[in-house]
């Protein structure tokens, strides 16, 4: 097993177990494909929460991804990799001061703003540095849509500004000057496998567009259409083909982009971008027996990839997973793979049908490239950040370091059990937080 002809073996010897290797090829051809049929006039920008190391970004951008970001190291790594402002927008339902004025100093190209009382405060923050600083409103729409494994609009969300209340705001132009109110942005839900719901929400999305801007009295420089597009994890789920989502969106689009031809129109994106490339490898500890099941502890699990072990699903349900070490196998047989973790929902693999296992094997979970350690408990037990791997044009590049004890432990104080007045000399000395 091997990544651009680079073995798995090789890589885990290299850097170590537990690990995150990714394919750059896959990257840049999952943005690339989905630019290539998607309509010209529909820019991707990638989702940095899905995966925010700066190496995958700076891969993904090379394929032409913009970037989508929600806190200020995002920001920063937008930047760090060279992405002009204007192709930066920033997210989220609860940014703090801080970043607002971040993205002011960055000049990114829009704010989305989820509430009137964040409008209030951009416009505050832009108007007492003389600037203007263009908003996209997201909108949680009247529709509740179905094909989506979780669901972000339609429904009572913290997310954006319900549809009838930015239809009843009446004209926004007027009341805001510095907070340049000129476009809109939903974002319906995650982890969708169904083209025709793409298209359905989309066909809704741009309605929505021009009746808020009918509505508001401001312009659409741009609409973000969201997007959710999914990769398959479970048994029965198959690959979303960017050529059926263009089938859906590119009429769309074609007719909207007509209609406004000043508008951009932009697509957000993670998980599709970053899950299909990332393989999360690990190495079997121990084998043993536990009332007739058979388990491998292994130096992986939940701390480094949450999803794969079903925290937050109703159902546990197993991630395509294979044994990396080329060795002779025998027969197929149901497997427990879990984790170092002193809980029993460390179990990476519940059943899963895997060759008898080995102290010393390497298993791989593919299609993890998204929401993985970074969406992960990874400081539960204190084991901390795994080390990730690119592989580009044949080379692997570390382009993350595994997190040392002294990682974890530097930022933390130890202050005296019994000596108050020593913890409160050092506070008095600012080296306390
Ligand atoms: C507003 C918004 N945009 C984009 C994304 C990225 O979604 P995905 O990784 O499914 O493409 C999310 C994910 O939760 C989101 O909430």
């Known amino acids: 097993m091997n990544v651009q002809g680079i073995s798995y073996e090789e890589l885990a010897e290299e850097f170590g177990t537990p690990?995150?290797?990714?394919?750059?090829?896959?990257?840049?051809?999952?943005v690339t494909g989905l630019r290539t049929a998607l309509h010209p006039r529909l820019e991707v920008f990638y989702s940095l929460k899905a995966n925010p190391n700066i190496?995958?970004?700076?891969?993904?951008?090379?394929?032409?991804?913009?970037?989508?970001?929600?806190s200020l190291v995002e920001l920063r790594t937008a930047l760090t990799a060279g992405t002009p402002p204007e192709d930066v927008i920033f997210l989220g339902p609860g940014k703090s001061q801080r970043e607002l004025t971040a993205c002011l100093d960055a000049g990114v190209y829009?704010?989305?703003?989820?509430?009137?009382?964040?409008?209030?405060?951009?416009?505050?923050?832009?108007?007492?540095?003389?600037?203007?600083q263009r908003v996209l409103l997201r909108v949680n729409p009247a529709l509740a849509i179905s094909?989506?494994?979780?669901?972000?609009?339609?429904?009572?969300?913290?997310?954006?500004?319900?549809?009838?209340q930015v239809?009843?705001?009446?004209?926004?132009?007027?009341?805001?000057?510095?907070?340049?109110?000129?476009?809109?942005?939903?974002?319906?839900?995650?982890?969708?496998?169904?083209?025709?719901?793409?298209?359905?929400?989309?066909?809704?999305?741009?309605d929505l567009a021009e009746r808020v801007a009918a509505a508001t009295g401001i312009r659409l420089d741009a609409v973000d259409i969201g997007g959710g597009l999914g990769v398959p994890y479970f048994d029965g789920e198959e690959e979303l083909a960017a050529a059926d989502v263009a089938d859906q969106l590119n009429p769309l689009l074609d007719k909207f982009a007509g209609a406004h031809p000043e508008t951009r129109l932009i697509m957000e994106s993670g998980r599709y971008l970053a899950g299909g490339a990332g393989t999360y490898v690990f190495r079997v500890r121990y084998v043993k027996e536990s009332m007739g099941e058979r388990f491998a502890v292994a130096d992986g699990g939940t701390h480094h990839h949450m999803a794969a072990v079903g925290i937050g699903s109703f159902v546990k349900r197993n991630f395509p997973a294979e044994l990396l070490t080329e060795r002779p196998t025998g027969e197929v047989g149901p497997w427990n793979v879990t984790g170092p973790l002193c809980t029993p929902n460390d179990s990476v693999l519940k059943r899963a049908e895997l060759p008898a296992l080995r102290p010393g094997d390497?298993?791989?979970?593919?299609?993890?490239?998204?929401?993985?350690?970074?969406?992960?408990?990874?400081?539960?037990?204190?084991h901390g950040y795994p080390a990730e791997v690119l592989v580009r044009a044949g080379r692997a590049h570390l382009v993350r370091e595994r997190d040392q004890p002294d990682d974890l432990l530097r930022p933390q104080r130890l202050i005296s059990p019994t000596d108050e007045t020593a913890a409160t000399a050092e506070?008095?000395?600012?080296?306390q937080p």
């Open 147 to 164: 094909g989506s494994r979780l669901t972000m609009g339609g429904k009572p969300r913290q997310f954006g500004i319900d549809e009838e």
């Open 19 to 30: 690990l995150y290797v990714y394919d750059a090829e896959r990257l840049t051809g999952a």
């Open 55 to 70: 190496s995958v970004y700076a891969t993904l951008r090379s394929g032409g991804a913009r970037a989508e970001v929600s």
């Open 110 to 132: 829009a704010i989305v703003c989820e509430s009137f009382d964040e409008l209030d405060d951009i416009e505050r923050l832009a108007a007492e540095r003389g600037q203007r």
């Open 427 to 431: 506070t008095a000395e600012g080296e």
């Open 167 to 206: 239809l009843a705001a009446g004209d926004l132009t007027a009341r805001y000057r510095h907070a340049d109110v000129a476009g809109v942005h939903v974002y319906l839900g995650t982890r969708i496998l169904d083209a025709e719901v793409v298209g359905k929400n989309t066909r809704y999305i741009l």
């Open 362 to 382: 390497l298993v791989g979970l593919r299609n993890s490239g998204a929401y993985g350690p970074t969406a992960s408990p990874g400081l539960f037990l204190s």
